[in-house]
C-alpha cells in the first residue's frame, strides 16, 4: 500500500508542478494587443503534401501509408541536440543509445538495417548497416534540415531493401533563388545554444544567397558535449536506483586504476564532439530544367561506448578504454530535375550519387595493455531515374535505381606499453567485399471517383554480394569466400475512400524485403562479454507480408484524429542465436573462452499494433496534440513462441502549444510503459544487461520550450527537459537519458 500511495503522490505531484509551469509561461507573455493569426487561417485538413511516398509531391489524401511530417518550424522549436534527439522527442519513434554520440530509431519493432535512412533522397543504409544499435543518424545535421518525413510499415517497393519498418526520409534546405521583383535573395541564420545537462555548446551558421538563375546555401554546425547528467530522483516504479556510476578507469603511472566517481549521477567518459557542414548549389537552366549539386561532410571525435565501459569484470570493470574512432560522412549528389506540364513524361529525376564513410571501433581490457584498432572504409556509388507521366485520373511513377558498395576492413593490435604493432582478426573479411543492388519500379494512382483511389506499385530487382576471407589465421573457417545472388521482388495495393464528411479509411497490402548484408554474412565480434558472433554464409532475405488499415477523421476544421492498424509476418527473419564453430560451442575470442552465435534465419516472426494520433486547434492560441502507439512481435519456431527483439513498449506523447505573433511555448510529456524481462529476447539485442533485474521500468517526462521574438532579425530560445530530473533509461538503451536541462538559445535572422 505504501508504494502504490508512493506512486500516486508521484503523479499528483508532477501534473500540479507542470501545469504550474505551463500557466506561469503563458501569464507573463500573454498580452491582448499582440496580434494573432485567425483561427480560419489555422484549419485542419488531410491536404498535408507529402514527397517520400512515391517520389513526387502528393497530398495525404491520395497515400494509404501512414506517414508524419516534422516540419521546419518544429523542428526549429524543438531545439534538439542532435537529429536523433529530434525524433526521440517528437515521439515519432522509440530510440536506443548505447552512449551519449548515438541513436538508433525504431520504427514498428524494426530497428537498425530494417529502418531505411535516406538523406536528400540518397540511402545512407550500406553493406554494414548493423542488426544492433547504430549511430550513423547522427551524420545528419538535425540543424541544417527543412523537413522530415517519416513512413511507416513496409516501404520497398519505392525504396527496395531494409526498409521493412519504415523510412526516415531527411530533407535539408534548399538554395532559394532570387524573387521576381528583386536581383538577388540573401538570408543568414545564425544560432548559439547551451544545454545544462552536458554542458553543450552549439555553434550553428547557414548563409543563402540567391540570383534569378543561381542560388547557393552553406550550413556549418559545431557542437560540443561534456560527460552527460542522468536524472537524480528515483524512478517510483522500482525501488533501487540503476546506471549510476560508481567507479570509473583512469591509467595513472602506467597503470589502470579504478577510481570513485566523486558525482555518481555524472557518467563520466561520455562526451564528444562534433562538426557538420553543407554545401549546395543550384543553377535554373530553363523554367523547366534545373541541375544541383549536394556535398555534406559530418565529423565526429572520438565517440566513448558507456554502456561497454560500465560492463562488470573480475577486478572491477571489464574494459578500461571502448570507443568508437572518429566517423566521417562525405555524400556528393549531383540532381537533375525536369518538369513538362503538357509533355508525355511530366518530370523527369536523375541523381548521381557517391558517399565515403569510416568508422573504427578501439577497445583494452582492464590492466591490459594490449589496445585493438579495427577500422572500416566504405564507398557507396548511388543511381536514381525517376519519372511521373499522368495521364487523365491515372498517376503513375516508375523509375530505376542501383547501389554499389565497397568495403575495406583492416585491424591492429597496439601494446601500449611498448608500442609495438601487431597483426589482429579483421572485424570484417580483409579481402574484396562487394554489394550490388539493383531494380527497377513502377507505382500507380487511379482516382476512381471523387471518393475512392486505387494505389498500387512492383518492384523487380537483383542483389549480389562477394565476400573473402584472406587471413584465416585467427578463424579457421570452412570456406575463404562468401557469396549471395538474390532476385529480390516486392508489391503493394491499396484502396483509399475519402468520404463527403472529412472521414478517409485505407486498406493497403504491402510486401518487403532486406537481403543480408555483409555485417549479416560475415562479421566476427564481442556481442557481449563471453559471447562472440561468428559468421554465418547460409542466410536468405528476410520478407514481409504487411496488413494495414487507416482510419482518419478531421472535425470542423479544427480537429485531425489519425489511426492505423497493423499485422506484419515476417519469413526468413534473421536473428541471433546459439551456433556451432568448427563443431565447438565455445571459443577464445580477445583471451575470454565465449559462447558462440550467429545470425540465423528463423522460421517465422510476427508483428502487431496501432497507434493513434489526435491534432486540435483548440483556439487561435492554443495546439493540442497527442500521439500513442502500441507493438507486440513475437517468433514462431516448431515448437515454441518466444519474443522478438527490438520491440520498443507502449508509447504516448501529449503537447499543449501556445502561440501569438511573437511568442510560442509548447508543454508536453512523453510517456514509456515498463518492459518486462519475460518480454525481452535474451540472445538478442534488447540489452537486458544494461536493465533492472525486473526489465525496464516504465517513465515519464515533463518538458517546456518557449521561443520569443526580442527583435524583428533575434529570437530567443529557452526550456526545460525533464523538469523533475528523473532517472531513467529508454527501452535497450545502455546508459541514462539526461536529468534536468536547461537550456537558451540566441538566434539571428536576416
Known sequence: MGGLNFKFIFWIRTLVISCLFLLTSIEITFSQNLKVDTLENKKISLGEVLISVNKVEESKRSTAQQAKILDATEISNSQSQTTADLIANSGSATVQKSQLGGGSVTLRGFEANRTLMVIDGVRMNNLIYRSGHLQNILSTDNNSLDRIEILYGPSSTIYGSDALGGVIHMYTKKPLLAEESLKSRIKVNVFSRYGSADNEFTNHFDFNYGLKKFASFTSFTYSKFADLRGGENKNPFYSDSYGEREYYVERINGQDSLVRNSDKFLQ??????????????????????????NVQFSNSTDVPRYDRLTDPGSDGLNYAQWYYGPQTRLMTAYDMNFKNTEGKIQNVHLGLNFQDVTESRHTRKFNNDNLTHRNEKVNVYGLNLDM????????????????????????????????????????????????????????????????????????????MLHSEFIDTTFFKLPYTVAEQKNPVYSGSIGIINNTQNDWKFSLLFSTGYRVPNIDDLSKVFESASGSVIVPNSDLKPEETVNAELGISKVFSKKTLWENSFYYTRIFNAIITDKFTFNGQDSILYDGTMSQVYANQNQQKAFIYGFSSNVKSQLSEKFLFTFGMSYTYGRINTDSTTYPLDHIPPFMARIALSYSVKKFNAEFSTIYNSAKKLKDYYLNGEDNEQYATPEGMPAWMTFNLRTSYKIHKLVTLNAGIENILDTQYRTFASGINAPGRNVFVTARFNY
Open 388 to 463: 511521373q507521366r499522368i495521364v487523365k485520373e491515372h498517376n503513375i511513377r516508375f523509375g530505376l535505381d542501383g547501389q554499389f558498395n565497397t568495403l575495406k576492413s583492416t585491424a591492429t593490435n597496439e601494446n601500449i606499453a611498448t608500442g609495438i604493432h601487431e597483426s589482429l582478426d579483421t572485424r570484417y573479411p580483409d579481402g574484396d567485399n562487394i554489394m550490388l543492388n539493383s531494380a527497377v519500379y513502377i507505382s500507380h494512382t487511379w482516382n476512381i471517383n471523387e471518393r475512392f483511389i486505387l494505389v498500387d506499385g512492383l518492384r523487380l530487382g537483383f542483389s
Open 268 to 293: 563520466v567518459q561520455s562526451g564528444y564532439s562534433q562538426y557538420d557542414l553543407v554545401q549546395k548549389f543550384l543553377f535554373q537552366a530553363t523554367a523547366k530544367t534545373s541541375h544541383s549539386l
